[in-house]
Structures are given as C-alpha cells and as structure tokens.
C-alpha cells in the first residue's frame, strides 16, 4: 500500500469517526431531559448542604452549658426532639434542641456561647421568651432561648467569644414580655444556615451537642 492510500484510509476513518460522534451527541441532546439544567442541579445542591455543615461542625467550640465547680449534682440532659410536634402558637414542629435542667432553679446554670460570633438578636419573642442569637463566623446562627436573664447588656453587634457567658437558664416565653413558668427550667438551642430557598435551613443540633459533650467549660455555680 502507498504511503498516500495508507493516509488516505486514516482521513477517511478519522472522518467517519467524527461524524460518527457528531450524529451521537445530535441524537443525544434530542432526547428529553438529557440537556444540562439551566438551574442548579442535584450535585451542586449537594455539595453546598455538605460544605455549609462543614462549616457549623469546624467552628463548634465550646458545650452551651459549663459544669458547675462545686455542685456535681447541676446537671443537663437533652435528647434528639427533632421535628417533635410542639402546640404553642398552633401546631408546629421542635426546630431544635432542648437541654433540661437537672436543678429546676431559673438562673442558676450559665449558658456560654458555642461559638466566636456577633449578637445579632436580642430581647424577647413571644415563643423563645428572653432569647439571644449569635450570628457565627461562618455565617451560621445560633438561638438561645428561654434565658433567665442575661450576663451583660447586650446589644446587636457585640462581639463574642466561644465560652463567653451569655446570660442564665431559665423558663421565660409563651406569653407577653416577662412570661415566665409555662415549662420546666430549660435552653432551648436552634441552628440555622443560610442555605436554600428561604436562605435559612434549621438543622437538627442533637448531633451537634453530642459532639460537645466531651467539650465543657468549668463555672463557679
Ligand atoms: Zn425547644
């Protein structure tokens, strides 16, 4: 064979190919469903919930609630209450975690900052009573609510660290300014993200405060 006839065959197959490939992907992008999305798809969805909890779980630093130095019997429990149904305010689900006092003594325990962060909020709501949320360096908040009374006068946009005293456990909400007693002494912990439509996904923090058991401060109390 000739040197040009060899060179020849290969155009013509490289030719073949290339159409071959063309009427492949033609033929492909005809099929119903088979175009790319316009709007962002599963795998993006994905990897932005993924890296947004990354980001609550890096920066938690310190258990809401420190033990006592002197009193081994100031305790907390919680459990995994996820989505538990709650009725006050019409029916609704338990968007977070409470951590009930073993001690049912209203400003008693310290509640500390789980995080370095901002105050954003402060004061009261009808369902958190006495509540305080930190917008975290990640850009995560966190609700403590039900507070008995606060450490200092906060205002929005101090600066706070992880560990630093935010206020006292108490049982203040469900009802106009100052409502106190309709539950047990308790801190009511939410986590929310600025993730998705609304811009604001709560996540479960049960997991969260798991994780922080191993990860208390020591009080005076
Ligand atoms: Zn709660």
């Known amino acids: 064979m000739s040197q040009i006839r060899q060179i020849a065959l290969h155009l013509t197959a490289v030719l ?6 063309q009427g492949e992907l033609a033929w492909i992008s005809e099929l119903p469903g088979s175009r ?3 709007e962002q798809n599963d795998a993006d969805i994905f990897q932005e919930y993924q890296l947004a909890m990354e980001s609550v779980w890096e920066e938690l630093e310190w258990f809401p609630v420190p033990l006592s130095d002197t009193n081994p019997q100031a305790e907390v429990a919680f459990e995994n209450s996820w989505m538990a149904e709650r009725n006050y305010g019409g029916k609704r689900r338990h968007e977070g975690t409470d951590l009930i006092a073993s ?19 402060v004061g009261w709501l ?7 949320g930190i917008r975290s360096r990640n850009g995560n908040y966190f609700y403590y609510a039900h507070l008995h009374s606060y450490a200092s006068d906060w205002k929005a ?8 005293l935010l206020g006292y456990m108490g049982d203040s909400g469900y009802g ?3 409502t106190t007693g309709q539950f047990p002494v308790h801190l009511h912990l939410g986590i929310y993200l600025p ?3 609304d811009q604001e996904t709560a996540i479960n923090p049960y997991w969260m405060l798991c994780y922080l058991e191993d990860r208390k401060l020591v009080y005076a109390y």
């Open 36 to 38: 790319m999305p316009e």
């Open 126 to 132: 009808e369902k958190g009573g006495w509540r305080i």
């Open 16 to 21: 073949f190919l290339a159409c071959l490939i």
């Open 195 to 197: 993730l998705g439509a």
């Open 157 to 164: 946009g101090d600066t706070v660290q992880a560990g630093e």
């Open 176 to 178: 106009p300014e100052g």
């Open 103 to 121: 001690i049912e003594q209203a400003g008693y325990y310290p509640v500390v900052s789980i995080t370095d962060g901002t105050v954003e909020k």
